[in-house]
Every structure is written in C-alpha cells, then in structure tokens.
C-alpha cells in the first residue's frame, strides 16, 4: 500500500500565502513525478503544477509567478508554496504521485485525499 497525507489547507485571506505538503508512506522504490491537482467549487479537477524526481517543474499558466513546486526526495514528500492568493484559487487541493514503483504491483498512480484551500476576498 502506498499512501499520500496532505496537510497545509486552511482560509486566508486573497494576497496571503500557503504552503502545502505532501508526504508519501508505504513499501515502494521510487516515484517518479508528483504534483498537485486542485477542484474547484462545481468544476472539474485540473493541474496546478508536477515536478519529476529530476526537478523538472510544470505549471498551469494560471498560477505561474505566483506558486512553486518543490520535492524532497529523500522525505518522499511534494510542497507547494503559494503566494499571491486569490479568490479564484479556492479549491480543494490533491497530491498526485505518478510513476510508484512498488514489488507487488508494479507501477502506480496515487492520489492524496485533498485539502481544502479557501481564499476570501
């Protein structure tokens, strides 16, 4: 079993700043990208940003400049720092992991339960 635990969500107002993270538990050798997917309010879920075991990073257009995605590899954890928080950010946040090399099952994709980020005007 493979297990992603969030935390960092909360309220704040719109300019403030979060941070949220991503830890990865369980019996696994690597993962290879991990990311954060966010669903707004009565929308579908869409990519915030990933970054690979590398450090290669992608970002939606809509929060480049103002968030970051960074990884702690040997914690086999995911941040996102984001700053410049606006209204329209309000959503809940998932961790993804893509790429879970694991014994029994080969590779995996593994989602995180959310965290709720609301941004008040």
């Known amino acids: 079993q493979v297990q992603l635990v969030e935390s960092g969500g909360g309220l704040v107002q719109a300019g403030g700043s979060l941070r949220l993270s991503c830890a990865a538990s369980?019996?696994?050798?690597?993962?290879?990208?991990m990311g954060w997917y966010r669903q707004p309010p009565g929308k579908q879920r869409e990519l915030v940003a990933t970054i690979t075991s590398g450090g290669s990073t992608n970002y939606a257009d809509s929060v480049k400049g103002r968030f970051t995605i960074s990884r702690d590899n040997a914690k086999n954890t995911v941040y996102l720092q984001m700053n410049s928080l606006k209204p329209e950010d309000t959503a809940v946040y998932y961790c993804?992991?893509?790429?879970?090399?694991?014994?029994?099952?080969?590779?995996?994709?593994?989602w995180g339960q959310g965290t709720l980020v609301t941004v008040s005007s």
């Open positions: 369980g019996s696994f050798f690597s993962i290879n990208a």
């Open positions: 993804n992991a893509a790429g879970v090399a694991t014994m029994t099952y080969g590779y995996l994709e593994v």
